[in-house]
């Protein structure tokens, strides 16, 4: 199979036209087609179905992209591997991790990372959906759970307690639950039922202390312990929340101390073409030293 060929063919794959693929390759619109062409003449079946909104891979088409996104994915880790100082880290490193730990704990801590390793380019997406670091959409992850697929490397950074807070200003207005059964009388912010989330059972607040017979309803859903986290900040009321994240606030206030949340355990995980990677062994052990000076479980 012509590389070039199928160069071109994982590039129309990936844009979904011939002229966006054109425009990553720095080729023409009719150069790109005639590439496609050739590669499905020479493979004697269709690669895509061309229609007037764009092109749609055919079965075929389909079983040759995930092959070829395959090899150029572990290409490009092998370049970034190659590429890398042996004094200096360097090269791009693309880290994932939930919205939530990203955008509040992590980011801040970033500036540090940067000024002692300036070489390394670091980008940062935060998902509460696991991105597939097998097929490099990311090359490290943050995760809250354990890491399912066998070919990944994972290391236990840290278990984060959940408790239960308020702003000072809602409970000025309407009081402080001393015993779970008070939460009857009090504004909840939950999750949402029926919505996947990053954790296991984050609704368990929302039940605490609850008759069967009187279900308690929420204030507000939100499907995102991000967002849970800005609504209680703006003393909308009662939340469950990750420790570190009231800590990171500096103004929440801890409320039914008797009350813990479900713990969950967080690693670092990245694939195993990666293990001798220096820019993500540097930036393993960062994390364990923020982790362990910032008191995050």
Same mark, same amino acid.
Request: proline content about 7%.
């Given at each position: 199979?012509?590389?070039?060929?199928?160069?071109?063919?994982?590039?129309?794959?990936?844009?979904?036209?011939?002229?966006?693929?054109?425009e990553?390759?720095?080729?023409?619109?009719?150069?790109?087609?005639?590439q496609? #062409?050739?590669?499905e003449e020479s493979?004697?079946?269709p690669?895509?179905?061309?229609?007037?909104?764009g092109?749609?891979?055919?079965?075929?088409?389909?079983?040759?992209?995930?092959?070829?996104?395959d090899?150029?994915?572990?290409?490009?880790?092998?370049e970034?591997?190659l590429?890398?100082?042996?004094?200096?880290? &360097?090269? /791009?490193?693309?880290?994932t991790?939930t919205i939530?730990?990203?955008?509040?704990w992590?980011?801040?801590r970033?500036?540090?990372?940067?000024?002692?390793?300036?070489?390394i380019?670091?980008?940062?997406?935060?998902?509460?959906?696991?991105?597939?670091?097998?097929?490099?959409?990311?090359?490290?992850?943050?995760?809250? &759970?354990?890491?399912?697929?066998?070919?990944?490397?994972?290391?236990?950074?840290?278990?984060?307690?959940?408790?239960?807070?308020?702003?000072?200003?809602?409970?000025?207005?309407?009081?402080?639950?001393?015993?779970?059964?008070?939460?009857?009388?009090?504004?909840?912010?939950?999750?949402?039922?029926?919505?996947?989330?990053?954790?296991?059972?984050?609704?368990?607040?929302?039940?605490?202390?609850?008759?069967?017979?009187?279900?308690?309803?929420?204030i507000?859903e939100?499907? &995102?312990?991000?967002?849970?986290?800005?609504?209680?900040? #703006?003393?909308?009321?009662?939340?469950?929340? /990750?420790?570190?994240?009231?800590?990171?606030?500096?103004?929440?206030?801890?409320?039914? /101390?008797?009350?813990?949340?479900?713990?969950?355990?967080?690693?670092?995980?990245y /694939?195993?073409?990666?293990r001798?990677s220096?820019?993500?062994a540097?930036?393993?052990?960062?994390?364990?030293?923020?982790?362990?000076?910032?008191?995050?479980?």
């Amino acid at each position: 199979m012509d590389w070039d060929k199928l160069r071109v063919f994982h590039a129309v794959a990936e844009a979904g036209s011939f002229t966006h693929a054109g425009e990553s390759l720095n080729l023409s619109q009719s150069a790109v087609s005639r590439q496609i #062409s050739a590669l499905e003449e020479s493979l004697n079946v269709p690669l895509f179905h061309r229609h007037a909104r764009g092109l749609i891979l055919t079965e075929q088409g389909e079983l040759l992209y995930r092959t070829a996104r395959d090899i150029f994915g572990k290409l490009a880790m092998t370049e970034a591997l190659l590429s890398e100082s042996k004094d200096r880290p &360097s090269g /791009p490193l693309k880290v994932t991790t939930t919205i939530a730990f990203g955008s509040t704990w992590l980011t801040p801590r970033l500036r540090e990372f940067k000024e002692l390793y300036p070489e390394i380019q670091l980008s940062l997406l935060v998902d509460d959906s696991e991105l597939d670091l097998s097929m490099r959409e990311a090359d490290v992850a943050i995760r809250m &759970s354990a890491p399912r697929q066998p070919d990944l490397v994972q290391r236990h950074l840290v278990t984060i307690h959940f408790h239960v807070y308020a702003m000072p200003e809602y409970l000025k207005k309407y009081g402080t639950p001393r015993r779970p059964e008070d939460l009857d009388d009090h504004r909840i912010i939950i999750y949402g039922e029926g919505i996947r989330a990053p954790i296991a059972n984050p609704n368990w607040l929302i039940e605490a202390g609850a008759k069967p017979e009187r279900p308690r309803r929420p204030i507000l859903e939100v499907n &995102s312990t991000y967002g849970i986290y800005r609504a209680c900040l #703006s003393g909308l009321g009662i939340a469950a929340l /990750p420790d570190y994240l009231a800590q990171e606030s500096g103004q929440l206030v801890r409320i039914l /101390p008797e009350l813990d949340g479900p713990p969950i355990d967080a690693f670092f995980v990245y /694939p195993e073409e990666l293990r001798n990677s220096k820019r993500i062994a540097v930036f393993r052990d960062f994390l364990i030293r923020k982790v362990a000076e910032g008191k995050l479980g």
